[in-house]
């Protein structure tokens, strides 16, 4: 299995040879990005990966330049069956194609954007800033947001409206994530995750962190424990919550959203109670 390595001899250009250890990726080869090269790689990233499976491609953190550009033409659209992203550079980087297993542990405080295909596929992010496009596919992915410890750039991750995330297990242990779309499986053991717009969550389970509640979708359940925090943030908004269940120490402080809250079912079994406004509505 052949090791290709960037240079950028000649310019950004993907498909030139010259910008190559030997020539540029083909089928199978695993491709490197590394400090030394003379030129970022950013365009015709599509045009030379589309259709290309590589078995490993890594960015280290000597890389510094831009990696692609805006523009379908420029995101990286390779099968990628292992992605390991230490990318150190401030600018931007453009993923597209599938990821079957990745890390993402940025250097830089550079913004990775993602429309690839992660159907059951496994990301971890460590540090750096990402953003799911709305053309991004992550049905049954298991994605986890874990800083590392140290990171200059704690992970931001975003998830655009619009993005495919049914069935998707997001775990979050710190950093911060905010989603425009629909979560499916949530567990939050630290850090900070908003919702916003219309998204929902079918299932939330809180044992750290906080989880604010902007959005005007229905949180079908939530378990709220450990010293988790669960918020409402606006007021305009109607907010369903179905089924909570609290716990331990958990703290649910609705009152933000005044009377436009409902909680259908509430169970419990901890020191607290939820925090609501007059007028708001809910069964225990």
């Not at 931001?156 to 069935?167: C, E, L, N, W």
């Amino acid at each position: 299995m052949a090791t290709t390595i960037w240079t950028g001899t000649t310019d950004g250009d993907f498909t030139d040879d010259t910008n190559w250890s030997g020539s540029s990726p083909a089928n199978t080869n695993t491709v490197l990005f590394r400090d030394g090269a003379s030129n970022g790689c950013t365009s015709a990233l599509q045009t030379g990966s589309n259709g290309e499976t590589y078995p490993k491609l890594s960015i280290s953190r000597g890389y510094t330049y831009d990696f692609g550009a805006s523009g379908a033409a420029n995101y990286l659209d390779a099968t990628l069956t292992e992605l390991s992203c230490e990318w150190g550079g401030n600018g931007t980087a453009y993923f597209d194609g599938a990821i079957t297993n990745g890390v993402i542990d940025c250097y830089g405080s550079g913004l990775v954007k993602c429309q690839s295909d992660l159907t059951s596929g496994d990301l971890s992010i460590r540090a750096g800033r990402v953003q799911f496009e709305s053309a991004a596919d992550l049905e049954s992915a298991d994605i986890r947001i874990c800083p590392r410890a140290g990171a200059s750039t704690p992970p931001r991750v975003t998830i655009d409206s619009g993005a495919t995330t049914t069935t998707s297990t997001i775990t979050v242990g710190g950093g911060e994530l905010v989603s425009a779309q629909a979560l499916v499986n949530l567990f939050i053991y630290g850090g900070v995750v908003k919702v916003t717009g219309t998204a929902t969550i079918a299932t939330v389970r809180m044992y750290g962190g906080t989880l604010l509640w902007d959005s005007s979708g229905t949180i079908t359940t939530a378990y709220v424990g450990g010293n988790a925090t669960l918020a409402t943030t606006e007021y305009l908004r109607e907010k369903t919550l179905t089924t909570l269940y609290m716990d331990h120490d958990g703290i649910v402080d609705l009152r933000a959203g005044g009377d436009h809250v409902t909680v259908t079912n509430c169970w419990i079994s901890g020191a607290n109670s939820p925090m609501l406004s007059p007028g708001a509505k809910i069964a225990i």
